[in-house]
């Protein structure tokens, strides 16, 4: 009897609680919208204040602005078309050296060639370091190369072979500094790329820098002593562009800084 | 036993009828009541559901309406790269309810003199006793102004913000862009054309994206500016075009208009020179003469010999021309020249009807094909079209046409030979490439490309190049009508470019309105020395930033034209 008597009251509680439970769901979803609503609100005031913003920065910074300060202050002029440059081989380019004439060099060549002329000729000679050339230049080339290897930087040496050309076998630290020199000349874009290069590469080169000077001295007295052959690495190392020689001048070093 | 009487048994009548009325009358009441309750339970029924409907789907009381999509009182115009040209923000208004105001009359009016001195202390008196409902005193007013007034406590002063039109760029492309007027409509330029986009509600909120390149556009206009200024030219256009698409690059017409105050601007100002204004160009007009004579086989080959008199007489009338050859000349040399008397040659052996054919193939004879509704109408002999007209249109007097047109007509001739109508539209999904029209053969518009690169290098237009972008083009120099008379001092000097020349991509025209002669120029006004200079400064700078590789070592085949070119300098040597 209570149970049947019950059982609507039972069916009215349910339905009254499962209305409720549906209501509560919708309830939570308005909330739930509502709070997306006022974030999407947030959103376009912000978009509508960066708009404003935007356009403002856009005012104060308009085209003919610019052209007026750039002609009263920064004096910037497009790029002329000899300051594009086809890819890195052109970068790499600006990089060589300039050939300058060194006072030691032109001795070094000219006793270079004097030993292979005579040495057919059957008569030996003696060169003004007082060891004879005539003999075997190929012996000499092969100590004097273990010499400079065993003493200093091996690793770069033999990189750097390849490229070596007998004529421009000078000083390496002369050689070099011309080719900073240029690359900061050159005005607009390839100084920029051409300069942010140089300057990268700058840290192994000044690591390796104590180095150089007894290379060179190594390399003299090789020179003095021997013939053509062993001019070969030494002048490899010098033309190196990848070494660009600021540290010796304090002008450059700090050029090359601000660069970076 | 008696029988009840069948009158005592049955009902009377008239009783029957009353119950049998009862209960009807029941029926129909009932009947009434139910259908009252119906209605009441539907009516309770559709609130109920209603209500739940709401409460389900429908907005809660703090909703805000409006805020969801920003969406501008009127569509923002950008160029091609998305730089905003044209933009509507909410501007301070200061306005004032004469009939409203409460406080001490004269010493408002002397206060609003002070702050706003466009008008005097008894207008802004006159004006409060007027009794007027309403009257703006500042539209566009700047924030400090707003405060100034604010703090004046009256109220019957009405701040207000209202959408107002700003061109962040002020005049850059002004005539392109055009202004609107003060309640928003476009009256000029752009604003006018695509008046209906920019205010429906529907399509504003996506930006008008237009052909112009701002930073191209800032370039053309400064070295034109400064050129203009240099040679106090009276006014002066320009237009630069892809070859390719008919897009307008840069568009510009000189005195130039501040769209943000336009009412400060003379009528002189607000004309359009490069779609408005038609002009006689000169010898700009030449190589499509020869471009119409090769087409049509008159010419073979650019070593055709010309006589080249030192005065050709015809039809009555002599023909000039500024450096006379005196001998025979090869078409080459014409060009390199610009020769009047070798052109009217060609043109002669061309023909009327062949001229006209062409000439309104490439658009040369009707209005300037363009979205702006400023615009003009070519201006031809008409009805007087005769062969010695031809002649004169040959060497492009006697024609005038819009700058922009001849930018169209460069664009046709060496983009292959097809025409493409100019648009200040980008090209893009939204706005496809029209269907050209082929009006000159590619082999025609290749060989035409080391003719023009021959004026440039070896010619009339020798100012004009831009070292390692391959220039080529042509200079014109009119004699500008006054009068009904060709004036012997006073032109118009225009240069149509195409730049790379080994493949070309874009056409610049540009034109200046009576240039006067300055020490630099030696006394000329011819175009090489004014507006040549122009194309090339231009060029030099627009040309890296729209991706044109300068190269010292590309030429066209100028193998086709330099045999026929005699060089007098070569000689003066060889002897």
């Known amino acids: 009897m209570s149970s049947r008597s019950f059982r609507s009251v039972f069916m009215v509680a349910s339905c009254a609680g499962a209305a409720l439970g549906c209501y509560l769901v919708s309830l939570r979803v308005a909330s739930e919208r509502a709070a997306l609503e006022d974030v999407e609100t947030r959103i376009v005031l912000a978009q509508r204040d960066m708009r404003v913003l935007q356009t403002e920065i856009g005012t104060r910074g308009r085209l003919s602005q610019l052209e007026r300060w750039n002609a009263g202050a920064f004096a910037l002029s497009a790029p002329a078309a000899d300051q594009f440059l086809k890819g890195s081989f052109e970068l790499a380019r600006l990089a060589q050296p300039d050939h300058k004439i060194d006072f030691q060099a032109p001795v070094v060549l000219a006793s270079a060639p004097a030993p292979q002329k005579t040495s057919p000729m059957g008569a030996p000679e003696t060169d003004d370091s007082g060891a004879s050339a005539a003999a075997n230049p190929n012996s000499l080339l092969h100590e004097a190369s273990l010499k400079t290897e065993t003493r200093e930087v091996p690793a770069r040496q033999i990189v750097a072979l390849p490229p070596t050309t007998p004529k421009s076998a000078d000083k390496p630290a002369t050689t070099a500094k011309p080719a900073q020199s240029k690359s900061v000349e050159k005005p607009g874009l390839a100084a920029a790329q051409s300069g942010k290069k140089l300057a990268a590469q700058e840290l192994p080169r000044q690591a390796s820098g104590a180095a150089r000077p007894a290379i060179k001295k190594s390399v003299d007295k090789a020179t003095v002593v021997t013939a053509k052959a062993l001019t070969k690495p030494v002048r490899i190392a010098k033309a190196d562009p990848l070494a660009p020689l600021e540290a010796k001048h304090s002008g450059n070093s700090k050029g090359s800084t601000a660069d970076r | ?575």
């Open chain 2, 1 to 575: 036993m008696n029988a009840p009487s069948p009158a005592l048994v049955a009902p009377r009548p008239e009783r029957l009828r009353l119950v049998g009325q009862r209960r009807q009358t029941l029926a129909v009441m009932y009947q009434r009541l139910m259908f009252g309750m119906l209605v009441y339970a539907g009516i309770v029924a559709i609130i109920a559901l209603r209500i739940l409907y709401l409460a389900a789907f429908g907005d809660h009381a703090g909703r805000k309406e409006g805020l969801t999509a920003l969406i501008p009182e009127r569509g923002d115009i950008v160029d091609r790269n998305g730089d905003p040209l044209a933009r509507t923000i909410d501007a301070w208004t200061i306005a004032i309810h004469p009939n409203r105001v409460i406080g001490d009359k004269p010493g408002l009016a002397r206060k609003l003199a002070e702050l706003m001195p466009e008008l005097s202390q008894e207008q802004y008196f006159a004006l409060l006793r007027s009794g007027k409902p309403f009257f703006y005193l500042r539209r566009r007013a700047s924030p400090g102004l707003v405060e100034a007034v604010n703090a004046l406590g009256e109220p019957g002063l009405a701040i207000q913000r209202e959408p107002d039109r700003l061109y962040p760029q002020t005049t850059l492309a002004a005539h392109v862009l055009g202004y609107t007027d003060i309640d928003g409509h476009g009256v000029a330029g752009m604003e006018r054309a695509f008046d209906k986009y920019l205010s429906d509600a529907a399509t504003r909120g996506q930006p008008l994206t237009l052909s112009i390149d701002s930073r191209v556009q800032q370039a053309l206009e400064h070295e034109l500016m400064t050129a203009m200024t240099k040679f106090s030219a009276i006014g002066a256009a320009a237009v630069v075009m892809d070859v390719h698409t008919g897009e307008v690059l840069a568009m510009t017409s000189l005195p130039e208009v501040n769209p943000n105050a336009p009412g400060a601007a003379t009528p002189d100002a607000r004309f359009n020179r490069a779609t408005q204004g038609v002009y006689e160009l000169g010898s700009t007009f030449k190589p499509f003469t020869v471009a119409m004579a090769m087409d049509s086989g008159v010419i073979r080959s650019f070593g055709q010999q010309y006589n080249c008199p030192n005065v050709l007489p015809v039809y009555g009338h002599l023909v000039h021309d500024t450096h006379p050859f005196g001998r025979t000349c090869t078409v080459a040399e014409i060009m390199e020249e610009s020769s009047n008397i070798g052109t009217a040659q060609i043109a002669d052996q061309l023909g009327t009807e062949r001229q006209k054919m062409w000439l309104g193939k490439m658009g040369f004879t009707g209005p300037v094909p363009i979205e702006l509704k400023e615009r003009g109408r070519a201006l031809t002999p008409g009805s007087r079209w005769g062969p010695f007209e031809t002649m004169t249109v040959g060497f492009g007097q006697g024609i005038a046409v819009a700058p922009l047109q001849l930018a169209m007509g460069y664009a046709t001739l060496f983009n292959g030979g097809v025409y493409h109508s100019p648009t200040l539209i980008k090209i893009d999904r939204n706005h496809p490439l029209s269907r050209g029209k082929r009006v000159f053969s590619e082999e025609t518009s290749y060989r035409m490309r080391a003719l023009l690169r021959l004026v440039v290098m070896k010619g009339t237009g020798k100012k004009a190049d831009a070292p390692g972008y391959r220039v080529g083009g042509k200079t014109g120099t009119a004699q500008k009508l006054i009068n009904g008379r060709y004036s012997q001092t006073i032109n118009i000097t225009s240069f149509a470019g195409v730049f790379p020349m080994d493949e070309p991509r874009y056409v610049i025209v540009a034109m200046l309105d009576e240039p006067k002669a300055t020490p630099d120029t030696y006394g000329f006004t011819t175009a090489g020395w004014n507006v040549a200079p122009v194309v090339s400064g231009t060029i030099s700078r627009i040309a890296p930033m729209l991706g044109v590789r300068p190269d010292m070592n590309l030429e066209p085949d100028m193998g086709q034209v330099l045999p026929f070119v005699h060089d007098a300098k070569q000689d003066a040597k060889k002897d």
